[in-house]
């Protein structure tokens, strides 16, 4: 039987995200879609990894979106940054409030066609940002959606080299995010930003290590070596970023990956012990209810 953990979400699939006639697209590697009040929310509403870069502008209303178990609010005039590597979730709004957004959806393997500095400029920036979502000011709105209207018409134009222009386009608008969160990380104090930047640093390292290694290691020490700090150390760093202990973290990420498995598979209660692996279905039954207050069927049948 396959077992089926957090899905995972191809740029091809995030399009069923938006209405169809809403849609611009360049093949599977790059859409923009705007007027997504009307957005299929069902799609994103369990955490889940989109294998691609992800910028969303929120042109009016809100929405809330968790981003690697943490809640985020996104109003008006603000912009999302999501990563491939992240775990995401969109909570749907009732219908007097669905947002209206512009979406920018391009897979890594699109940005490397130009310069893999794209991608490692935008994975370091989101690192040293304290959080995913910003408010756009005045002027910064203003060239968005003046990228925003340049890539539209020349998508829709008939001009030779139009498909090649918007690939230039959508490069450059990526660097131009990139601008955006440099400057913010920069209004930061000097004092603030050496002693914080290294830590947070540490802390995303720890949140990559933990999304890829949980279902086998729950271990501090695991983490720590492969950080190469002490656990003590990588603890503090942990607890004085994020204000939960490494172990709370760690615990959050396996029961996510429980709770996907309980819901969303065939697998029975061994299966999933052994997968996340426990010892035994008991100590699975007993760590789960710890966290939760409910039995694993219990939750499965809630």
Request: hydrophobic share 35%.
């Amino acid at each position: 039987m396959e077992t089926q953990k957090l899905t995972s979400i191809s740029l091809l699939r995030a399009k069923d995200f938006i209405p169809s006639g809403d849609i611009i697209n360049i093949g599977d590697d790059f859409f923009m879609a705007e007027r997504t009040n009307e957005a299929n929310y069902d799609l994103l509403r369990h955490p889940c990894r989109i294998d691609a870069y992800v910028v969303a502008f929120c042109k009016s209303g809100s929405f809330k979106c968790h981003i690697n178990l943490k809640e985020y609010e996104i109003g008006e005039g603000m912009i999302m940054v999501n990563l491939p590597q992240n775990i995401i979730s969109v909570e749907p709004k009732e219908s007097a409030d669905k947002p209206t957004l512009t979406v920018i959806g391009v897979s890594p393997k699109f940005l490397s066609n130009f310069s893999s500095d794209i991608s490692k400029m935008l994975n370091e920036a989101m690192t040293l940002l304290d959080n995913p979502c910003m408010r756009l000011e005045e002027e910064e709105l203003y060239i968005v959606k003046e990228y925003i209207q340049l890539i539209d018409k020349y998508i829709h134009s008939d001009y030779v080299y139009a498909h090649e222009s918007v690939s230039h386009l959508i490069s450059s608008v990526f660097y131009l995010f990139g601008s955006f969160i440099n400057k913010r990380i920069m209004s930061q104090n000097d004092e603030e930003k050496s002693a914080s930047t290294r830590h947070k640093i540490v802390f995303e390292r720890f949140i990559e290590l933990v999304t890829r290694h949980h279902s086998k290691e729950r271990g501090v020490g695991f983490y720590a070596d492969k950080l190469c700090i002490t656990p003590k150390y990588l603890s503090k760093i942990v607890k004085d970023t994020s204000g939960l202990s490494a172990p709370q973290w760690i615990d959050q990420y396996v029961i996510l990956e429980a709770k996907q498995m309980l819901k969303h598979s065939d697998l029975c209660i061994k299966e999933i012990s052994e997968e996340l692996n426990f010892p035994n279905p008991s100590f699975f039954f007993k760590y789960f209810k710890k966290h939760t207050g409910l039995t694993p069927n219990q939750y499965r049948n809630s």
